[in-house]
């Protein structure tokens, strides 16, 4: 069979595990391998953290990004396979992701800009629980949260950090944002919003001086923060590869069952 010429040229990446390694040595050997700068696609080894790096490495390039799993936590890898890779890159179904757009002041009034692809986070920086005011679109929603913090999600990064603060599962295409209160003490059983992702999200920290916050945009951290502004960033598509019938879509609507 003839490989398609779009992924002809693989640039393969790979964590530093002794798994990812080995993997990375393989695969080499039996295709190549191009610079990703110069590749038609680029093919990712490790777990979800290399997956991350990556994303945000070629965020701007509109490259296509296929994982394979040879790490810890793999949701967002595919299979680990040597065999007739361009054919399972021609066959991959692709899901296009938009990152979140963080602005955090902190209390010196520097401005941190940073992008997300799971989840933009704001915590407690002390024993103290924090006191958030929450506006969307400007309009106030909440004028007290006190909790360890609280979340904004993508469909991509619901399964992620969010899930495990009991927010909801989003379906990759849908087009929503979470926003989930991480550990809320008052009002206790607020539970979070589901939120269109056009939504303009600020959170203003009360108290920012003797209730210090830290707010992380996936990796990036911003501390002793005053407001956080965040948006979606459509000005930014990411392209996932996925095999078919594990798709991302199909992850995340199995996750809801529990498989």
Known sequence: MTSPK???????????????????????????????ADADVVVALGGDGLMLQTLHRH?????PIYGMH?????????????????????????????????????VHGAVHLHH?????????????AARLRI????????????ADGILVATPAGSTAYNLSAQGPIIPINAALLALTPISPFRPRRWRGALLPDTAYVVIEVLESEKRPVAAV????????????????????????????????????????FGY
């Open 70 to 106: 040879r790490g810890t936590v793999g949701f967002l890898m595919n299979e680990y396979s040597t065999g007739d890779l361009h054919a399972r890159l021609a066959a991959a179904r692709e899901s296009l992701i938009h990152p979140l757009l963080m602005r955090a002041t902190d």
């Open 217 to 256: 945009a996936d990796h990036d951290e911003a501390r002793d923060v005053r407001r956080v502004e965040v948006l979606s960033d459509k000005s930014i598509s990411m392209r996932m590869l996925f095999d078919p019938g594990h798709s991302l879509e199909e992850r995340i609507l199995s996750e809801q």
């Open 6 to 36: 779009r992924y002809e040229r693989i640039g393969f990446v790979a964590s530093a595990g002794a798994e990812a390694q080995q993997a990375l040595a393989q695969l080499v050997k039996l295709y190549g391998n191009h610079d990703p």
């Open 135 to 146: 506006m969307i679109d400007e309009r106030e929603r909440m004028a007290e949260l006190i």
């Open 59 to 63: 965020m701007r390039t509109g490259k």
């Open 116 to 128: 997300a692809i799971n989840e933009v986070a704001l915590f407690r920086q002390t024993h103290q």
